[in-house]
């Protein structure tokens, strides 16, 4: 697998996961992970697999609207597999109070290449700022 190839497809990737979170496309957002994907929140239970998923991003897009803005530090890729360490601003407004919150937070994508298509196979973020 050539890595100089395979860069620019997982950039695309989380670019397009922020999209179709961005956007609250569910369907998107969960297919941006392979079938036992696993996202692990901070402060938050982690959900695994595709109904797990589902039903975790539809509990937080139905609390609030959520605007993530990645910037890429690193992708390293080792076969079928990659991560890519991120950082983000997130900018959250809770549907039941309108209160708005700003986030600074660092991720790391755990990525697997199936089929020729690279997806999310664990997703771990953790908060470092918060702003109301």
């Known amino acids: ?20 979170f961005n956007a609250t496309d569910i369907s998107k957002t969960v297919a941006s992970f392979t079938s036992d994907g696993v996202n692990m929140p901070n402060n938050g239970p982690a959900a695994k ?3 797990q998923l589902t039903k975790a991003f539809e509990v937080l897009f139905n609390f609030a609207d959520i605007n993530i803005q990645y910037v890429i530090d690193e992708i390293n890729i080792s076969g079928e597999y990659a991560f890519a360490r991120t950082n983000s601003k997130v900018t959250t407004i809770v549907k039941a109070s309108g209160d708005q919150i700003f986030l600074e937070n660092k991720e790391l994508f755990v990525l697997r290449n199936q089929h020729g298509e690279w997806k999310i196979s664990h997703y771990i973020f953790n908060n470092t700022k918060t702003t109301k």
Not at 1 to 20: C, G, N, R, V, Y
């Open 1 to 20: 697998m050539e890595t100089q190839q395979e860069q620019p497809a997982i950039e695309k990737l989380i670019f397009s996961f922020s999209d179709a």
């Open 49 to 51: 697999g595709t109904e």
